[in-house]
């Protein structure tokens, strides 16, 4: 028997039409639909079967998308939905017999997709299914539509209330892709619900599992009776929910659950381990690949790229796609402008960022005796500092140095090629004097040559290869500066300007610049130098990769250097950074760019308008997130509370206003019931639309749920403000918050439970509305998935944020295919857990300082550090994919970094509602280190405050200095003392006096607001 899915499709008839309509929750792969009439008045001619697609079958899950390095790139895999696509003509076989009508497919390639060649599928996958009988006058046959997955007979016992005071039988059972035969209540005898069932048996990949919802007062969930094969049960303590085969006979009793729990979750051996540090997670993943890094100027447009060969290139980004002054200016071809210098078989010994944090890279090659050291910085014809136009001239100032280290003189020959468009031919070129230009457009330039010390620079006869020779004595070196500007047309002041650039002059100018921005915001230390050149040298990537618009003063926040415009979302993400290091002016004038663009660009979905939405960004709007607009009303909300500033909330105000609106109004759309006065399960959701990188319209949860934190931060603040229309927003972000509880709730009753690591289950629940149980793909599933809700909907230490947790931490950070497979779980599930193939973009470590577990928040941090890290660069990999060796994505992600730096404050200094926590999260490690650890002038939503602390010598006492927030004080400040050999906490002292408000068990000292700075001792000793 044949699984027939007819009964959980919705299902539309039209009798006008002659059609009946099925739509599916799931993809389903339909092999075999019968029809059976009323009477023998079938239809004979024009019967048709329609089904929905968009992507299948050109893009299906195969196989191959779970090989170890298609991970990551499976993620990215298109599906189809209910709103995008296009109906197609089924080809199809009819059987006719008495009043029945048999239909099967021929195969895909024969008619419907003949460049498909030798794909011969006999089903078609779809989402929608139509059957049409256009002319009939009579048209409502019976239909059963049936996949390839058989059915089998099946008898499960369910036992609800273990452990528990019994509660009286008051519920029902629901079947999903099955059949519920019969349901026999427990009895004073017998506590279980027996079931028997008629299940699925779907191959891989398929979406035909047999899903058994119960609904009742002692718990309402979902089970999958395959996964009860193998005499396996299904127990969930936190539920009080026993499953298993009925004929085990298996019963609760209190010796029970010691048999079931087989094992250990990763979540609770995690505190059991020592505290994790970023040298563990380093050494517990394989050594890195090495990327390329980037120089740029201040908000200029214009940017280069060193490769780990040293190849430099310069990539157009925005400047054609946002016309500008410089745009008419770059005449090469392609997207890259590429100069080689064919280093790809010397061996490469190391390379430096200066100072360990500025945009200033030099790299060492050898060959035998030879060694040459590039330097390569960015700057203007005229010099670095001057004001800043979004279309300056950026200059890559490249110093190359030739060491002979050997006994014997050494010949030196270097090549240069450029290559544009084509890049497998290298571009001819002209050599005048020292100008090296494109040949046949003599006013494109190229590069500007300078060999103070000597040699010669000639051109292949070709006049596609550069050539620098020279002849080095022993232990000399010699030195050649090449001027490589971005656009291909200078003006003479700007050539002669570039021309007068001396390099190392222009060296100690740029570092002196980088030095004077660095120095104009927060500054933090820790005992790691590599985190502490992280936090420096991200604010250079922000600065670096964020464009002026040209002829203005406001800011594109682009969250890489290369490809990426204004993600939104991300964009926000280094916004608050900015914010949160004091550099409020520049966070404004990314906001004004929101605000000054709001409405101009709709996002895609089924929204009704882009009144109020923002978004638009000037043609730099990139990615098409819904969430974006739920960021930047949160941007917006943030940069009020950590600015303190109320003239610019109210200067804001209506266009703050206008974008909670447009949330207000989308929202009515899904506020519907059903035919039985029921409210949807989409109730008071945003309509259906794309995710982010992956595009399928649907309900989705992060959206919805960033959405409501964005409504609700920026209703707040003008609350808190005093803007009239502020309480009427604060009820409205209530009740859509109450709205998405609803509808997450009976999303995860509908879901099956998730069997842990320990052998017990806990509940689920999915990416989206209408869907049960696993999604497709590491975006949908762990990145987008339901870790957000900790943050944002709900309650961070709830029972529910702990079934999300620890489920994240068995079955998605360590398993493939939502992560990296592991080689050996039992020595790396440490070193290699609580990230994405995405480790530093979301809420991954957050949840867990919130939640007050140290452990869990370090191991997630250090491990997501670990992943991305590249020290060599002081920069961060976008992916670490296809493997933790390898690198992917655009670089600075800048974004990315924001939100490392966002976890590290938090460590020193974090803000939950009325209330400031100071070192909740600093490792034990750090304050053994002898150093004092600190941040200082940071901004905080109570005003700007410093926080240092340092642990005495011989381990007795440990001494912290706050110099406190004073514009908005907190109502209460907690002060946490990590003490390295986790001594117990005897006694505090402030400003020398005895403290008694101390909580040692949780290594907290509670203060109430302090007006002046103050000194605190905490001590160890009997």
């Given at each position: 028997m044949q699984l027939d899915i007819a009964p959980f499709a919705h299902r539309e008839e039209s009798p006008s039409e002659a059609s009946i309509l099925f739509r599916w929750e799931e993809p389903r792969e339909i092999h075999r639909i019968l029809l059976e009439f009323p009477s023998d008045s079938i239809p004979r001619e024009n019967l048709h079967i329609r089904y929905w697609k968009r992507f299948w079958p050109e893009h299906r899950v195969l196989p191959s998308d779970f090989q170890p390095g298609a991970l990551c790139r499976a993620g990215w895999k298109p599906r189809d939905d209910w709103f995008n696509g296009t109906w197609v003509t089924a080809d199809t076989r009819l059987e006719r017999a008495g009043r029945q009508v048999a239909v099967t497919f021929a195969p895909v390639c024969e008619k419907e997709f003949p460049a498909l060649a030798g794909c011969d599928l006999k089903f078609r996958q779809t989402l929608q299914l139509q059957i049409l009988a256009?002319?009939?006058?009579?048209?409502?046959?019976?239909?059963?539509?049936?996949?390839?997955?058989?059915?089998?007979?099946?008898?499960?016992?369910?036992?609800?209330?273990?452990?528990?005071?019994?509660?009286?039988?008051?519920?029902?059972?629901?079947?999903?892709?099955?059949?519920?035969?019969?349901?026999?209540?427990?009895?004073?005898?017998?506590?279980?619900?027996?079931?028997?069932?008629?299940?699925?048996?779907?191959?891989?990949?398929?979406?035909?599992?047999t899903l058994v919802t119960v609904r009742s007062?002692?718990?309402?969930?979902?089970?999958?009776?395959?996964?009860?094969?193998?005499?396996?049960?299904?127990?969930?303590?936190?539920?009080?929910?026993?499953?298993?085969?009925?004929?085990?006979?298996?019963?609760?009793?209190?010796?029970?659950?010691?048999?079931?729990?087989?094992?250990?979750?990763?979540?609770?051996?995690?505190?059991?381990?020592?505290?994790?540090?970023?040298?563990?997670?380093?050494?517990?993943q394989p050594p890195k690949k090495p990327m390329h890094f980037v120089v740029g100027c201040e908000g200029r447009r214009q940017k280069f790229g060193i490769e780990p060969n040293g190849d430099l290139f310069a990539r157009e980004g925005f400047v054609r796609r946002v016309a500008g002054p410089d745009t008419p200016k770059v005449l090469w071809k392609g997207r890259d402008l590429r100069l080689r210098f064919f280093w790809d078989t010397m061996t490469p010994n190391g390379r430096f960022v200066d100072g360990g944090c500025l945009p200033i890279l030099a790299s060492t090659y050898s060959r035998g005796d030879l060694d040459i050291t590039q330097a390569v910085l960015a700057t203007l014809p005229g010099g670095i500092d001057q004001p800043i136009r979004g279309e300056d001239t950026v200059v890559a100032f490249v110093r190359l140095r030739f060491l002979n280290r050997g006994p014997n003189p050494l010949p030196v020959r270097q090549r240069f090629q450029f290559f544009s468009g084509d890049p497998s031919r290298p571009e001819t070129l002209s050599l005048e004097g020292m100008v090296v230009r494109a040949a046949g457009e003599p006013a494109s330039i190229r590069l500007l040559v300078d060999a103070p010390d000597g040699g010669r620079l000639s051109l292949e006869p070709s006049g596609q290869e550069l050539?620098?020779?020279?002849?080095?004595?022993?232990?000399?070196?010699?030195?050649?500066?090449?001027?490589?500007p971005f656009v291909s047309v200078l003006s003479p002041a700007e050539l002669s300007s570039l021309r007068a650039l001396d390099f190392d002059l222009e060296r100690a100018a740029v570092r002196r610049y980088w030095e004077k921005r660095l120095?104009?915001?927060?500054?933090?230390?820790?005992?790691?130098?590599?985190?502490?050149?992280?936090?420096?040298?991200?604010?250079?990537?922000?600065?670096?990769?964020?464009?002026?618009?040209?002829?203005?003063?406001?800011?594109?926040?682009?969250?890489?250097?290369?490809?990426?415009?204004?993600?939104?979302?991300?964009?926000?993400?280094?916004?608050?950074?900015?914010?949160?290091?004091?550099?409020?002016?520049?966070?404004?004038?990314?906001?004004?760019?929101?605000?000054?663009?709001?409405?101009?660009?709709?996002?895609?979905?089924?929204?009704?308008?882009?009144?109020?939405?923002?978004?638009?960004?000037?043609?730099?709007?990139?990615?098409?997130?819904?969430?974006?607009?739920?960021?930047?009303?949160?941007?917006?909300?943030?940069?009020?509370?950590?600015?303190?500033?109320?003239?610019?909330?109210?200067?804001?105000?209506?266009?703050?206003?206008?974008?909670?609106?447009?949330?207000?109004?989308?929202?009515?759309?899904?506020?519907?019931?059903?035919?039985?006065g029921r409210r949807v399960l989409e109730y008071g959701f945003l309509p259906a639309g794309s995710l982010e990188d992956v595009r399928d319209f649907y309900y989705w949860l992060s959206t919805n749920?960033?959405?409501?934190?964005?409504?609700?931060?920026?209703?707040?603040?003008?609350?808190?403000?005093?803007?009239?229309?502020?309480?009427?927003?604060?009820?409205?972000?209530?009740?859509?918050?109450?709205?998405?509880?609803a509808g997450f709730l009976e999303s995860r009753i509908r879901s099956p439970l998730v069997?842990?690591?320990?052998?017990?289950?806990?509940?689920?629940?999915?990416?989206?509305?209408?869907?049960?149980?696993?999604?497709?793909?590491?975006?949908?599933?762990?990145?987008?998935?339901?870790?957000?809700?900790?943050?944002?909907?709900?309650?961070?230490?709830?029972?529910?944020?702990?079934?999300?947790?620890?489920?994240?931490?068995?079955?998605?950070?360590?398993?493939?295919?939502?992560?990296?497979?592991?080689?050996?779980?039992?020595?790396?599930?440490?070193?290699?857990?609580?990230?994405?193939?995405?480790?530093?973009?979301?809420?991954f470590p957050p949840p867990y300082l919130l939640r007050d577990q140290v452990e869990h928040f370090l191991r997630a941090f250090f491990n997501?550090?670990?992943?991305?890290?590249?020290?060599?660069?002081?920069?961060?990999?976008?992916?670490?994919?296809?493997?933790?060796?390898?690198?992917?994505?655009?670089?600075?992600?800048?974004?990315?970094?924001?939100?490392?730096?966002?976890?590290?404050?938090?460590?020193?200094?974090?803000?939950?509602?009325?209330?400031?926590?100071?070192?909740?999260?600093?490792?034990?490690?750090?304050?053994?280190?002898?150093?004092?650890?600190?941040?200082?002038?940071?901004?905080?939503?109570?005003?700007?405050?410093?926080?240092?602390?340092?642990?005495?010598?011989?381990?007795?006492?440990?001494?912290?200095?706050?110099?406190?927030?004073?514009?908005?004080p907190p109502a209460r400040i907690f002060v946490r003392f990590r003490h390295p050999q986790k001594l117990a906490l005897r006694r505090v002292t402030v400003g020398g006096r005895p403290w008694p408000d101390i909580d040692p068990a949780r290594e907290w000292v509670i203060l109430p607001p302090l007006t002046a700075p103050a000194e605190l001792e905490a001590r160890y000793d009997s």
């Open positions: 256009p002319g009939a006058q009579s048209f409502s046959p019976a239909v059963q539509v049936f996949t390839d997955s058989a059915l089998e007979e099946q008898h499960v016992a369910v036992e609800l209330g273990c452990g528990r005071t019994p509660v009286p039988w008051d519920g029902k059972v629901e079947v999903y892709n099955g059949v519920l035969e019969a349901a026999l209540p427990p009895t004073a005898d017998d506590p279980r619900l027996r079931l028997r069932l008629l299940c699925a048996r779907p191959a891989p990949f398929s979406f035909d599992h007062t002692a718990a309402s969930f979902t089970f999958r009776p395959d996964e009860l094969a193998g005499a396996r049960v299904i127990w969930s303590p936190d539920l009080g929910v026993l499953v298993a085969p009925e004929e085990a006979g298996l019963r609760y009793g209190p010796e029970l659950p010691a048999q079931l729990l087989t094992g250990r979750t990763v979540y609770d051996r995690i505190p059991e381990m020592p505290e994790q540090s970023l040298a563990r997670a380093m050494r517990g050539t620098y020779e020279a002849e080095l004595p022993p232990g000399v070196c010699r030195k050649l500066l090449l001027r490589m120095a104009s915001g927060s500054s933090l230390r820790t005992s790691e130098p590599d985190v502490d050149d992280f936090h420096r040298s991200h604010l250079t990537h922000i600065l670096i990769n964020d464009d002026h618009e040209c002829g203005s003063s406001r800011v594109m926040g682009r969250v890489s250097s290369f490809n990426y415009g204004n993600f939104s979302n991300e964009a926000i993400m280094q916004v608050v950074d900015l914010d949160r290091r004091g550099h409020h002016e520049e966070a404004r004038r990314h906001l004004d760019t929101y605000l000054h663009y709001q409405g101009t660009v709709a996002l895609p979905g089924n929204f009704k308008g882009k009144e109020g939405l923002f978004y638009g960004s000037g043609g730099y709007e990139h990615g098409d997130y819904n969430q974006h607009h739920g960021w930047v009303l949160w941007g917006l909300a943030e940069h009020y509370r950590l600015s303190g500033d109320r003239d610019w909330l109210t200067q804001a105000a209506d266009r703050i206003v206008a974008g909670c609106d447009w949330v207000v109004r989308e929202r009515r759309a899904t506020q519907r019931v059903d035919n039985r749920a960033l959405t409501s934190w964005g409504l609700t931060a920026a209703a707040e603040a003008l609350a808190d403000a005093g803007h009239p229309e502020g309480p009427r927003l604060v009820q409205e972000a209530r009740s859509y918050l109450a709205d998405l509880r069997r842990l690591r320990d052998g017990s289950s806990v509940p689920y629940t999915p990416s989206r509305l209408h869907w049960r149980g696993r999604d497709v793909g590491w975006i949908r599933e762990v990145l987008e998935g339901a870790i957000i809700l900790t943050t944002t909907v709900l309650e961070p230490s709830s029972q529910e944020s702990t079934w999300i947790l620890k489920d994240y931490e068995d079955n998605r950070y360590l398993d493939s295919p939502y992560n990296y497979a592991l080689d050996h779980f039992e020595g790396q599930w440490f070193d290699r857990g609580g990230f994405s193939f995405q480790p530093n973009l979301l809420y997501g550090f670990a992943a991305c890290w590249r020290p060599e660069l002081r920069a961060m990999t976008e992916h670490p994919s296809p493997t933790l060796a390898d690198w992917a994505g655009d670089h600075f992600k800048s974004s990315d970094e924001a939100m490392v730096s966002f976890w590290l404050r938090s460590m020193f200094i974090q803000e939950v509602g009325n209330d400031l926590y100071l070192g909740r999260g600093l490792p034990r490690a750090w304050l053994a280190s002898g150093e004092t650890l600190f941040l200082k002038n940071a901004a905080t939503h109570f005003g700007r405050m410093s926080f240092e602390i340092e642990a005495r010598p011989g381990g007795n006492s440990i001494r912290a200095r706050i110099d406190p927030p004073t514009r908005r």
